[in-house]
């Protein structure tokens, strides 16, 4: 006979649920030795057991590449989707079931590429859901391609002499969209920072834009830095709204004070050469309309009876 | 004064154009309006002018009706026009050059153009007219215009009721029902306005008393039952409401917008929600990501908006998501024929995605069926966890149709969405081996905890790359259509049930083939139809059906090579898209007919098909 510990036996009696890590373990991740995957993956795993998140509340939607695969790893209900159109199906998701938490996961290619579209427009649309871009600046799972992201000048299998394009600054595009609403920058690397991004994320109502710098150990080990070490030009963001930056992180990067509710500021920061990797919260305006909320509230609830009688009116006009 | 000469008649077509902006198409719905409040039964076709703002006075510029009345029920738009009310030459032109007229059609036309300052318009309005008339038609020279201006003195706002009167006169209808129904278009409006139009009405009836010696008789009989007058488009709407779709995610396409149009009015009522996408792909993402969470969703395009939704059409099968797309067809490939109707979607619904993609399709041949096939829909989406494709056309999307007012009951809504406990170790693709069938496990549902991926995956939903684990999943799927199919009826035959030919079809070309059927059977021909409500499965005894008939031909508006086509033999010709498929499906040889005219084909052109291919000494 199994024997309960007390602390599960109150719980059991009190049928208080007490979500463990465990809870939100799906399978064995399959990413390669040293991917910051795993990182992003027990951070929102951690976050969603310090906040007592009920697993059946959450849906996770990704796309296609190495990222997506995260849905498969988290015990929630996941949706692994098509290439570029996770941000269509997590909409949809919302829209049709506004009481589930959306969680959107994608990659550099996926997001800022072949889902361009979709990226743009459901950043306008300000959906209530947290979407985490894994920005590697690399395909990866598709073996060494150049993304939108890739420094100019990178030799990858279809520049082999090195990329032509500038990357796309991604921060500057969504600070020119109507209707963004969060929009901060982390990386996988600084852990402490990289949890308090993703649960004021989580926190935030609309859509919470959150851009994780990440190197590929395979593809892109020189991303934001040689040879795997940080090096390149991060400054911290700092602000008392913002996402709180820790001592240990003085040491690492240049700090500056910004107020993250200040768009003009933002668009600065963002295109400033030398702030280039800024992290932290860039841009923050809790007032901008849900979209779910907007829609949901002008379609009022009526019974199945009154849809029928209101149904009749409706043929009514069309009644000879 | 003589009393003009009465002409029985079983049905009748009538015409009314005018430049855009003129007011034929209120004038001309109200004709049919009261035409149905007075029993006959009726299918219009709007005339829409081919540009936005097109010059006044020119073919493009054209706008109207097309009604047919008939004494019978009525299921297409008929043959060539009888009757013709016209305000002016170009419009006439318009539809002489569609080859819309029938040769000894009646004209009712403007004569203020016969003494236009302009020369050029004096010379193709008598042009024009000659030309008809030395075909064998029958001019009435009016002055419209003029008479209208007795009245008030902007002959733009009226002389569309002065038409409206002289087509009361015409076809005999109750000037009672007439001058009501003109009211109630102007109630808004002041008792001096309503008094104006009735003033004109009237007007209009007595010019054509003292110009035309006959009149038209439609026996009618009123209903028996509430009818309801609508277009296929606000059929499919209002049969999703009924259904129980409570969102729609769309992209606008022509000819398929004004059905999201009418749900975006009803669900504004009715508690549901319209998104407009920023494209056809996010259009379907949403609307399946929206069913995947147990929300009733659908998605209503054309052909391009599908070509794009190919990859999510592959995602929803591979998923086992319910999902139902209804695309109403134009013409292609590309952007094609916008406005127009062709039914050339049939094989890229069937095969565009990579791999085997099982899927239904449902295509209703009627505007009431548009209706009641979107009840149906849901129930196979949601019972098989299948995608469902429902291909309307052009031609039903802006055909109106008179049919029985449907019954509402809240037994075709769907349960609430369910968000009971899932006990532990239950599988998302528990498939059954019999039928292929499994549960659906809904995001919330406690316990159910699940991954749902666009790889082929186990009964677990894991990824999986085993080679009998894909045999296996493809197996399921396609069981599932197996299973439909056995719930299926094997379709009626309409006509003989066998005899020397078979006509096959799908759509709404059903209306016109039946008609020309009826026709070659009261000259004795043993010739029989049947038109397919499924497509996807095909429904059961085909092949035994064939057997009864000594030919069978498919007849279908999409492309295929004509016999007597240069280099066209058995080794080239390319065949119509249903008959392609009863030909691997029953492997009989299904000859087809097919027309891509941007219109629907006319009863008498079908005859004449029919006749052909019954001469013809081959199979």
Same mark, same amino acid.
């Given at each position: 006979?199994?024997?309960?510990?007390?602390e599960?036996?109150?719980e059991?009696q009190?049928?208080?649920?007490n979500?463990?890590?465990?809870d939100?373990?799906?399978?064995?991740?399959?990413?390669?030795?040293g991917c910051?995957?795993?990182?992003?993956?027990?951070?929102?795993?951690k976050?969603?057991?310090?906040e007592?998140v009920?697993p059946?509340?959450?849906?996770?939607v990704?796309?296609?590449g190495?990222?997506?695969?995260?849905?498969?790893?988290?015990n929630?209900?996941g949706? /692994?989707?098509?290439?570029?159109r996770a941000m =269509?199906?997590?909409?949809g %998701?919302?829209?049709?079931r506004?009481? +589930?938490? @959306?969680?959107?996961t994608?990659?550099?290619?996926?997001?800022?590429?072949i889902?361009?579209?979709?990226?743009?427009?459901?950043m306008r649309?300000?959906?209530?859901?947290?979407?985490l871009?894994?920005?590697n600046?690399?395909?990866?799972?598709?073996?060494?391609?150049?993304?939108?992201?890739? /420094?100019c000048g990178?030799?990858?299998?279809t =520049?082999p002499h090195g990329? %032509?394009?500038k990357?796309?600054?991604v +921060?500057? @595009?969504m600070?020119?969209?109507t209707?963004?609403s969060f929009l901060?920058?982390?990386?996988s690397?600084?852990?402490?920072?990289?949890?308090?991004t993703i649960r004021?994320?989580?926190?935030?109502?609309?859509t919470?834009f959150?851009?994780?710098l990440?190197?590929?150990p395979?593809?892109?080990?020189?991303?934001?830095?040689?040879?795997?070490?940080?090096?390149?030009?991060?400054t911290?963001?700092?602000?008392?709204?913002?996402?709180?930056v820790d001592?240990v992180f003085?040491?690492?990067?240049p700090?500056i004070d910004h107020?993250?509710?200040?768009?003009?500021?933002?668009?600065?920061?963002?295109?400033m050469e030398e702030?280039?990797s800024?992290?932290?919260?860039?841009y923050?305006?809790?007032s901008i309309?849900?979209y779910?909320?907007?829609l949901h509230a002008?379609a009022d609830?009526?019974t199945?009876?009154?849809?029928?009688?209101?149904?009749n009116e409706?043929?009514?006009?069309?009644?000879? | 004064m003589?009393?003009?000469?009465?002409i029985?008649?079983?049905?009748?077509?009538?015409?009314?154009?005018c430049?855009?902006?003129e007011?034929?198409q209120?004038a001309?719905v109200?004709f049919?309006?009261?035409?149905?409040k007075?029993?006959?039964?009726?299918?219009?076709v709007?005339?829409?002018?081919?540009?936005?703002q097109p010059?006044p006075h020119t073919?493009?510029?054209?706008s109207?009706?097309?009604i047919?009345?008939?004494?019978?029920?009525?299921t297409?738009?008929?043959n060539?026009t009888?009757?013709?009310?016209?305000?002016?030459e170009?419009?006439?032109?318009?539809r002489?050059?569609g080859?819309m007229?029938a040769?000894d059609?009646?004209v009712i036309?403007d004569?203020?153009?016969a003494?236009?300052?302009?020369?050029?318009?004096?010379k193709?309005?008598r042009?024009i007219?000659?030309d008809?008339?030395?075909?064998?038609?029958?001019?009435?020279?009016?002055p419209?215009e003029?008479?209208?201006?007795t009245?008030i003195d902007?002959p733009?706002?009226?002389?569309n009721?002065?038409?409206l009167?002289?087509?009361g006169?015409?076809?005999?209808?109750?000037?009672?029902?007439?001058?009501d129904?003109?009211?109630?278009?102007?109630?808004?409006?002041?008792?001096?306005i309503?008094?104006?139009?009735?003033?004109?009405l009237?007007l209009g009836?007595e010019?054509?008393?003292?110009?035309i010696?006959?009149?038209?008789v439609?026996?009618?009989?009123?209903f028996k039952?509430?009818?309801?007058?609508?277009?296929?488009?606000?059929?499919v709407?209002?049969?999703?409401?009924a259904a129980?779709f409570?969102h729609?995610s769309m992209y606008?396409?022509t000819?398929?917008t004004?059905?999201?149009?009418?749900?975006s009015?009803?669900f504004?009522?009715?508690?549901?929600?319209?998104h407009q996408?920023?494209?056809?792909?996010?259009?379907?993402?949403?609307a399946?990501g929206?069913?995947?969470?147990?929300?009733?969703?659908?998605t209503?395009?054309s052909?391009?908006?599908?070509?794009l939704k190919?990859?999510?059409?592959?995602l929803?099968v591979?998923t086992?998501?319910?999902l139902v797309?209804?695309?109403?067809?134009r013409?292609?490939?590309?952007?094609?024929l916008?406005?127009k109707?062709?039914?050339?979607?049939?094989l890229?619904?069937?095969?565009?995605?990579?791999?085997?993609?099982?899927?239904?399709?449902m295509?209703?041949?009627?505007?009431e069926?548009?209706y009641?096939?979107?009840?149906t829909?849901?129930k196979?989406?949601?019972?098989?966890r299948m995608?469902v494709?429902?291909?309307?056309?052009?031609?039903?999307?802006?055909g109106?149709?008179?049919?029985?007012?449907?019954?509402?009951s809240?037994?075709?809504?769907?349960?609430p969405i369910d968000?009971?406990?899932?006990?532990p170790?239950?599988?998302?693709?528990d498939?059954?081996?019999?039928?292929?069938?499994s549960?659906?496990i809904?995001?919330g549902?406690?316990?159910g905890m699940?991954r749902t991926?666009?790889?082929n995956?186990s009964?677990?939903?894991?990824?999986?790359?085993?080679?009998?684990?894909?045999?296996?999943a493809h197996?399921m799927?396609?069981?599932?259509l197996?299973?439909?199919?056995?719930s299926?009826?094997?379709?009626?035959?309409?006509?003989?049930?066998?005899g020397?030919?078979l006509?096959v079809s799908?759509?709404s070309?059903?209306?016109?083939?039946?008609?020309?059927?009826?026709n070659l059977?009261?000259?004795?021909?043993?010739?029989?139809?049947v038109?397919?409500?499924?497509l996807?499965?095909?429904p059961?005894?085909?092949k035994e059906i064939?057997s009864?008939?000594?030919?069978?031909m498919v007849?279908?508006?999409n492309?295929?090579?004509?016999?007597?086509?240069?280099m066209v033999n058995?080794d080239?010709?390319r065949?119509?898209?249903?008959?392609?498929?009863?030909?691997?499906?029953?492997?009989?040889?299904?000859?087809?007919?097919?027309r891509v005219?941007?219109?629907?084909l006319m009863p008498m052109?079908?005859?004449?098909?029919l006749?052909?291919k019954?001469a013809q000494?081959?199979k």
């Amino acid at each position: 006979m199994e024997t309960l510990q007390l602390e599960e036996y109150i719980e059991e009696q009190c049928e208080i649920k007490n979500y463990t890590l465990e809870d939100y373990e799906g399978d064995v991740p399959r990413w390669c030795k040293g991917c910051g995957d795993f990182g992003i993956l027990s951070s929102v795993q951690k976050m969603f057991r310090d906040e007592q998140v009920a697993p059946e509340s959450v849906v996770a939607v990704s796309g296609i590449g190495c990222s997506s695969r995260f849905p498969h790893y988290l015990n929630t209900y996941g949706f /692994h989707g098509i290439h570029g159109r996770a941000m =269509t199906i997590a909409t949809g %998701v919302k829209l049709g079931r506004p009481d +589930l938490k @959306v969680l959107v996961t994608m990659g550099d290619g996926d997001c800022f590429s072949i889902g361009g579209g979709h990226w743009l427009h459901g950043m306008r649309y300000n959906t209530d859901m947290t979407v985490l871009v894994f920005d590697n600046e690399i395909y990866a799972l598709t073996k060494n391609q150049v993304s939108p992201t890739t /420094h100019c000048g990178t030799s990858t299998n279809t =520049t082999p002499h090195g990329s %032509v394009l500038k990357e796309m600054n991604v +921060l500057s @595009v969504m600070l020119g969209i109507t209707n963004v609403s969060f929009l901060a920058q982390t990386a996988s690397w600084t852990p402490g920072h990289l949890d308090k991004t993703i649960r004021a994320a989580w926190h935030h109502k609309g859509t919470a834009f959150v851009r994780i710098l990440q190197k590929c150990p395979i593809f892109s080990p020189q991303a934001f830095g040689q040879d795997g070490k940080v090096k390149a030009p991060f400054t911290f963001l700092r602000d008392e709204n913002g996402i709180p930056v820790d001592k240990v992180f003085e040491k690492m990067a240049p700090i500056i004070d910004h107020n993250c509710k200040d768009l003009e500021a933002a668009k600065k920061i963002a295109m400033m050469e030398e702030t280039s990797s800024p992290l932290g919260l860039l841009y923050y305006n809790p007032s901008i309309p849900v979209y779910n909320e907007e829609l949901h509230a002008t379609a009022d609830k009526i019974t199945p009876e009154e849809k029928v009688a209101r149904l009749n009116e409706e043929l009514d006009k069309y009644t000879i | 004064m003589k009393e003009p000469k009465k002409i029985k008649l079983e049905e009748h077509i009538v015409e009314f154009v005018c430049d855009a902006g003129e007011g034929a198409q209120k004038a001309a719905v109200s004709f049919a309006k009261v035409s149905a409040k007075m029993g006959n039964s009726l299918w219009t076709v709007e005339i829409i002018p081919s540009e936005i703002q097109p010059p006044p006075h020119t073919m493009g510029s054209t706008s109207g009706n097309r009604i047919r009345l008939s004494s019978k029920p009525v299921t297409n738009g008929g043959n060539l026009t009888n009757v013709v009310v016209a305000f002016n030459e170009m419009n006439l032109l318009s539809r002489i050059k569609g080859k819309m007229l029938a040769n000894d059609v009646v004209v009712i036309i403007d004569n203020k153009w016969a003494n236009d300052s302009d020369e050029t318009i004096r010379k193709q309005y008598r042009e024009i007219l000659d030309d008809l008339k030395t075909k064998g038609a029958n001019i009435y020279e009016v002055p419209i215009e003029e008479k209208t201006m007795t009245l008030i003195d902007n002959p733009q706002r009226g002389k569309n009721m002065v038409a409206l009167g002289m087509l009361g006169y015409l076809y005999t209808r109750d000037m009672d029902i007439l001058a009501d129904e003109i009211r109630s278009i102007f109630k808004k409006k002041s008792k001096e306005i309503q008094d104006n139009n009735v003033a004109l009405l009237t007007l209009g009836y007595e010019l054509a008393k003292e110009t035309i010696d006959f009149q038209y008789v439609i026996e009618s009989t009123p209903f028996k039952v509430p009818m309801v007058a609508m277009n296929g488009n606000e059929a499919v709407a209002l049969g999703a409401v009924a259904a129980g779709f409570e969102h729609c995610s769309m992209y606008p396409i022509t000819p398929a917008t004004s059905a999201t149009h009418a749900l975006s009015e009803y669900f504004g009522r009715m508690g549901g929600i319209v998104h407009q996408a920023e494209d056809e792909i996010a259009a379907i993402g949403v609307a399946l990501g929206s069913y995947y969470a147990g929300r009733p969703t659908l998605t209503i395009t054309s052909g391009p908006g599908m070509a794009l939704k190919t990859e999510f059409l592959g995602l929803t099968v591979m998923t086992e998501t319910p999902l139902v797309v209804v695309d109403v067809q134009r013409g292609g490939p590309s952007t094609g024929l916008p406005t127009k109707i062709e039914q050339g979607d049939l094989l890229s619904s069937l095969f565009s995605t990579p791999g085997d993609a099982p899927k239904v399709i449902m295509a209703p041949t009627d505007i009431e069926e548009c209706y009641h096939v979107m009840i149906t829909a849901r129930k196979i989406a949601e019972e098989f966890r299948m995608l469902v494709i429902v291909l309307t056309d052009a031609n039903l999307a802006t055909g109106t149709q008179l049919y029985p007012r449907p019954k509402l009951s809240t037994e075709s809504f769907p349960l609430p969405i369910d968000t009971s406990p899932i006990p532990p170790g239950t599988k998302p693709y528990d498939w059954d081996e019999e039928t292929g069938l499994s549960r659906r496990i809904i995001p919330g549902q406690p316990g159910g905890m699940c991954r749902t991926t666009s790889l082929n995956h186990s009964p677990e939903g894991k990824v999986n790359h085993d080679p009998d684990m894909n045999q296996k999943a493809h197996r399921m799927r396609s069981r599932k259509l197996m299973t439909l199919q056995k719930s299926l009826k094997k379709p009626d035959v309409y006509g003989d049930k066998e005899g020397d030919l078979l006509v096959v079809s799908w759509g709404s070309i059903k209306g016109p083939i039946d008609e020309a059927v009826d026709n070659l059977r009261k000259e004795g021909k043993k010739v029989g139809s049947v038109s397919l409500q499924f497509l996807s499965p095909f429904p059961p005894g085909l092949k035994e059906i064939f057997s009864k008939y000594k030919k069978v031909m498919v007849v279908e508006l999409n492309y295929s090579d004509d016999w007597d086509d240069p280099m066209v033999n058995e080794d080239t010709r390319r065949y119509s898209q249903l008959s392609m498929l009863l030909r691997s499906h029953t492997l009989v040889d299904v000859d087809c007919f097919s027309r891509v005219y941007g219109r629907p084909l006319m009863p008498m052109e079908i005859y004449d098909a029919l006749s052909k291919k019954l001469a013809q000494k081959s199979k």
